[in-house]
């Protein structure tokens, strides 16, 4: 129950914290309320007298996440440089990975090796109290570089790449405001599926940019959830997550259990093990972005789902060979190796996340993406994987059922390859055929017509 519980924040206050990245609020000064009250919750953690304000604690802990999550990527998303957006995000999503690893790793040690009764408290309050104490002066430094950050972000200038082709989208909008089948029904008569294609991204492009400072809340989010690409960018992420995180919750009781550890040392092995192929994935997966975007021509978001869809499914068997097999060495090499893969499959989803909206829906779709992700997956996937545990079936074949699940990842990741890929294919059908049409017309020649 605790961890899930701070889904409960999280849900609540993750569209308010989007709403308000839509208006003029400063992006840190809304980070940093956020944080403020995250360090409220650790604090009110470390003193808890009983469950109830434990449990208390880990649901406004949702609230610094909610915060942080929703702007964050955004903010970054602004700032970095077309050619190395990769490598800027996975800096910032690597922090989960190895965040979350070194507190099994420091909570498993700070509980075991603490003398409660020499201290006058349980070690897991002094885990509660240090990162409390860690985090203070990032909330602090929240409000001091608030409106130079806001100054240098040129949120509404900056070019974004386009959605499943290698513009940017004011050129995609320029190119919308001419190929909108209901501007150009005086000048030529597309095929049907050429129309729907062209609406679509007129609607998401030229029509849709205009809508975004009238947009209400709840056309905001319609417009995320309508988009078949986020759909199965989330469903494929709560897939996935569903896996990792019983494999990070569940992972030292296998050890414990199949390699015989004591519980605090199968923590620290754990945990450690997550540290560095966190940060070595995160990486790997931003350098994988940036190169793959560069090979494709620029088409940002049919690069980040390819690179999703290869890295995912070359580490799928070999996290499943790695629950399997009983040679502790073995166990080790796979791991690590299928964790890296794992690991940097976050800069590319995340980025299709952002990327798959239009850019005043980018919080929104971050906030939403979050909640969905977690709700089919890490909330659940420990208490099934607990079940298990107490049935019959041997600690091998529980987590290599549970890794079996990383295989929708994998699909629905390679469906939204396809949707992004096709719908790159009727615009440039259509295109076409407008070009065609000028030609025959009055003889305007265009370089579609030779490319």
Not at 144 to 173: M, Q, W, Y
Request: glycine fraction near 10%; hydrophobic fraction near 50%.
């Amino acid at each position: 129950v605790l961890a899930g519980a701070f889904m409960g924040g999280y849900c609540v206050f993750s569209p308010i914290f989007a709403y308000l990245a839509s208006t003029d609020i400063s992006p840190f000064s809304i980070v940093g309320t956020g944080l403020s009250v995250w360090l409220v919750a650790a604090m009110l953690g470390s003193m808890a007298p009983h469950y109830n304000g434990l449990l208390l604690a880990r649901v406004l802990s949702g609230v610094g996440e909610a915060s942080f999550q929703c702007i964050a990527p955004c903010f970054l998303d602004d700032v970095a440089p077309p050619a190395q957006k990769g490598r800027w995000l996975s800096a910032f999503f690597c922090c989960i990975p190895i965040g979350t690893a070194l507190g099994y790793a420091v909570g498993g040690f700070l509980c075991a090796d603490l003398d409660a009764d020499r201290l006058g408290f349980a070690g897991w309050r002094a885990a509660f109290f240090l990162e409390a104490v860690a985090m203070a002066p990032v909330v602090l430094l929240c409000g001091f570089v608030t409106n130079r950050l806001k100054k240098h972000t040129g949120a509404e200038e900056e070019e974004k790449p386009a959605i499943g082709g290698g513009t940017t989208r004011e050129e995609a909008s320029a190119e919308d405001s001419t190929s909108n089948p209901e501007s150009a029904a005086d000048e030529a008569s597309p095929p049907a599926w050429a129309r729907r294609g062209a609406g679509r991204e007129a609607e998401r492009g030229g029509e849709g940019k205009e809508r975004q400072g009238v947009m209400t809340a709840w056309e905001t989010v319609w417009v995320v959830v309508k988009e078949p690409v986020w759909v199965c960018a989330v469903l494929g992420y709560g897939a996935f997550t569903f896996s990792i995180g019983a494999a990070a919750v569940w992972g030292p009781s296998f050890l414990q259990r199949v390699y015989h550890m004591r519980l605090q040392d199968a923590d620290l092995v754990f945990g450690g093990l997550a540290v560095v192929t966190g940060l070595a994935g995160t990486m790997l997966g931003g350098v994988a972005l940036d190169l793959t975007t560069r090979l494709m021509g620029g088409d940002v978001m049919s690069a980040a789902l390819l690179s999703a869809t290869v890295l995912c499914f070359m580490c799928w068997p070999l996290t499943l060979l790695a629950f399997w097999v009983e040679d502790w060495s073995w166990f080790l090499l796979l791991m690590g190796v299928g964790q890296i893969l794992a690991f940097a499959t976050l800069t590319p989803v995340n980025g299709v996340l952002l990327w798959a909206v239009p850019p005043a829906a980018r919080s929104i779709s971050i906030a939403l993406a979050v909640v969905g992700m977690h709700l089919i997956g890490d909330v659940p996937s420990p208490i099934v994987v607990g079940a298990l545990f107490e049935t019959s079936l041997s600690p091998n074949i529980v987590m290599v059922l549970v890794m079996t699940w990383i295989g929708w990842a994998v699909f629905f990741w390679g469906l939204a390859f396809c949707l992004t890929r096709r719908r790159l294919f009727i615009q440039t059908q259509y295109a076409v055929a407008q070009a065609r049409h000028k030609y025959w017309v009055d003889g305007t020649d265009s370089p579609l017509l030779h490319s």
